[in-house]
């Protein structure tokens, strides 16, 4: 059955804007007509693809109002789009606002039931939904959804224990393991970003407080006290200025590179040696599952769903989270036995492509919604 799909998503760099826009592009590819409809073009969408269609929404000034009201402009056009084109279903990721404006869209298409699906990510529960003055509206767009999937197992017993919700489905993230592969020539651009033939630690994120960027720097200075090697930032936000002065104050700049946002991950990851994610919390992980599938061993918490990602001894390493001594310890373990990376390499490469390949889970959505219009 091929359907009619309204995707909203946040545009922008983060884990939730990125797996739908991946998802959009490979149900567009498997033949359904999808619509993506947000305030700006994921960044994903950068070029043209067959049986995608991108809505933006207008964001149109009033002088009543101090901030132009997106949730209630993006249910306008929600409804408008739902109406012209003839969708079967809404897809929104993230909660806050994607679930209410759905809602709002589906009470006012008249003409027919149109289902709405939420996909949870992980702050829209564990930090934004869990706030006192947006838990009741969150809660509230849970509820109403027609359909509601987590990306772990984690975030699902915890939406189920926080919002009552029984029947929230796992489907985990994917990666496109074709895209997110180990570089045929080995070396990549190494020569550039460790001159010395140093290993290559690095740390992939949007640079907020969640990712503890400090505790990144402070496993690369026990290791270099060790050993000579390179730390590499790729991505960019609100802590990163902070991150570039403590490496300055502490005299780390000569051994620290600060790229910025980055879209040929893969390239770059075929320079490292160990991905460094100390965060305090992840609900699934994606840039784990990205390292793993171009064969980099990753040093983790152990918090949320990266033990679902990360097999701790296997594909990599998890530690108490702020334990930055054992963290470091696990790095140097892996950069200074060879056949350790290597095995774990592969390991994460046969781990991602089993279990997380987007061609085995995107038929999983497929069924999924196919499910939900049944009902």
Do not use: W
Not at 58 to 73: G, I
Not at 129 to 145: A, C, E, L, N, V
Not at 163 to 181: A, C, H, L, S, Y
Not at 312 to 328: F, I, S
């Amino acid at each position: 059955m091929k359907l009619k799909i309204g995707i909203t998503c946040y545009p922008t760099y983060g884990g939730s804007g990125v797996i739908a826009t991946e998802l959009g592009k490979e149900l567009a590819h498997a033949g359904h007509e999808i619509h993506f409809v947000s305030y700006a073009q994921p960044i994903r969408l950068d070029k043209f693809y067959e049986r995608i269609f991108f809505h933006e929404v207008d964001m149109v000034p009033y002088p009543l109002f101090e901030y132009p009201p997106y949730d209630l402009a993006l249910a306008a056009k929600m409804t408008e789009i739902a109406k012209y084109k003839r969708l079967d279903l809404f897809h929104v990721h993230y909660a806050l606002p994607h679930a209410i404006s759905a809602y709002l869209a589906k009470s006012m298409v008249e003409d027919r039931d149109i289902k709405v699906i939420t996909t949870l990510h992980g702050t829209d529960i564990t930090m934004v939904g869990m706030d006192r003055s947006y838990f009741p509206i969150t809660k509230f767009g849970i509820k109403k959804s027609d359909g509601v999937t987590a990306v772990s197992k984690y975030l699902q017993l915890l939406t189920q224990s926080q919002v009552g919700r029984n029947d929230v489905e796992v489907i985990p993230n994917f990666v496109d393991t074709d895209f997110f592969k180990k570089p045929l020539n080995g070396e990549c651009r190494r020569s550039v970003i460790a001159p010395g033939g140093e290993p290559v630690l690095l740390h992939v994120s949007n640079f907020r407080p969640v990712k503890r960027i400090i505790n990144v720097i402070e496993i690369f200075q026990r290791v270099l006290a060790e050993t000579p090697c390179r730390l590499v930032f790729a991505g960019d936000g609100p802590e990163r200025s902070i991150a570039e002065r403590y490496c300055y104050d502490n005299k780390l700049t000569e051994h620290v590179l600060f790229l910025g946002k980055q879209d040929n991950l893969p390239d770059l990851m075929g320079c490292a040696d160990v991905l460094l994610l100390p965060s305090e919390l992840e609900s699934f992980g994606l840039v784990a599952l990205e390292a793993m599938s171009c064969e980099v061993p990753v040093v983790a918490t152990l918090v949320g769903g990266l033990p679902e990602v990360v097999l701790h001894g296997e594909t990599g390493y998890l530690a108490n989270l702020g334990d930055v001594d054992r963290m470091a310890e696990y790095a140097l373990e892996i950069i200074q036995n060879p056949g350790l990376h290597i095995r774990m390499g592969q390991e994460g490469r046969r781990r991602a492509v089993e279990l997380f390949d987007q061609r085995k889970i995107v038929p999983v959505y497929e069924n999924f919604y196919e499910r939900v219009l049944a009902r």
